[in-house]
């Protein structure tokens, strides 16, 4: 069973996100923010089961939060009409797992791709055939004030940005936020930082949101190189190396692979020690990590998503707000 280090990114994420679900808003936009890999679908995980508490406490038919994942499924564009067949089902026969100790299951994804096979069977195609999306949504709306469900959490919230050209993202947000105020839920969207042109040019979107900034560990902060530096290391005894310091002699190598983004560094010394393997050495040495950083075009991919997160998560500066006040 993978364990889960909990890291302080992590901690500060789960705690902020917490925060924000202690609202009386009816309708409340949560968005978290964060890059691929720093650990969403982990705190998702945790905060779901923290705010649902015990199902031994729910009563009997209640079901406090939804997990429901958004895919591209329309030729590769979002399909507002599975996504409600997804909440459809995920109320009608809810897939719990979520509630039990993380250390018992495999992946915290596990009800979405569970929700994947259900959708491709009689249950899910007869659905989507006979019923058309306002149909749904109304069947969606009844049964999540029946069982007084509080939060809905959309995984891959992203993918709601994959549009036809006719459509804009922001209007699918001003769709699922009209729908959190008529049942009087909180929507708590997890995404990459493409998902700011769901909010992005509407006020009354923007209003009714928080964020939560799921921060990477950066370069040029020297509390972010620290905690950087004990990231590696406890990843890294994981692993046997040829000398003791080669980790922390090494440290810009796996921050050039990682943009200091916990799962890119997970990865990286996954590599560094395939390579390991395949040439039949028994630790890793300098040659491995070195081999181990991706390519120049990876890399610039990257670290671009990690400057966009980054433009993001600060706040106008005093030119920005100056221009705006002249």
Not at 4 to 13: N, R, S, W, Y
Not at 104 to 119: A, F, I, N, Q, T
């Amino acid at each position: 069973m993978r364990t889960i280090i909990k890291h302080p990114a992590f901690e500060q994420g789960r705690h902020a996100l917490m925060r924000a679900l202690d609202t009386r808003m009816r309708g409340q936009i949560v968005f978290v923010v964060g890059m691929s890999g720093v650990g969403k679908s982990e705190i998702r995980y945790s905060v779901m089961r923290s705010s649902a508490g015990s199902p031994e406490t729910w009563g009997i038919g209640k079901l406090p939060v939804v997990p429901v994942r958004a895919t591209p499924t329309d030729r590769s564009t979002f399909n507002p009409k599975e996504f409600t067949a997804r909440l459809y089902l995920a109320l009608l026969e809810p897939d719990i797992s979520w509630a039990l100790s993380r250390s018992d299951v495999e992946s915290p994804d596990g009800p979405h791709m569970r929700m994947d096979e259900k959708l491709k069977g009689p249950l899910g195609l007869g659905l989507k055939k006979s019923l058309t999306e306002h149909q749904m949504r109304t069947y969606v709306e009844r049964m999540a004030i029946a069982r007084s469900v509080k939060a809905i959490f959309i995984e891959e919230a992203a993918s709601l940005t994959y549009t036809h050209q006719s459509k804009r993202p922001v209007d699918h947000m001003v769709n699922y936020m009209c729908l959190a105020e008529e049942i009087g839920l909180t929507l708590v969207l997890f995404g990459v930082p493409k998902v700011a042109s769901l909010w992005e040019g509407n006020a009354e979107v923007l209003r009714r949101s928080r964020f939560v900034f799921i921060d990477r560990y950066r370069h040029d902060k020297p509390d972010d190189r620290n905690n950087f530096e004990r990231l590696a290391t406890t990843i890294s005894r994981s692993y046997q190396f040829s000398r003791t310091r080669l980790v922390r002699d090494t440290l810009d190598l796996a921050y050039a692979s990682s943009a200091g983004v916990f799962g890119e560094v997970e990865a990286f010394y996954w590599r560094a020690d395939d390579l390991r393997f395949l040439e039949g050495c028994s630790a890793i040495c300098k040659r491995h990590l070195e081999g181990a950083v991706s390519g120049g075009a990876t890399l610039a991919t990257l670290h671009a998503e990690a400057a966009l997160f980054d433009f993001l998560r600060a706040p106008a500066d005093a030119v920005a707000i100056q221009r705006i006040l002249q």
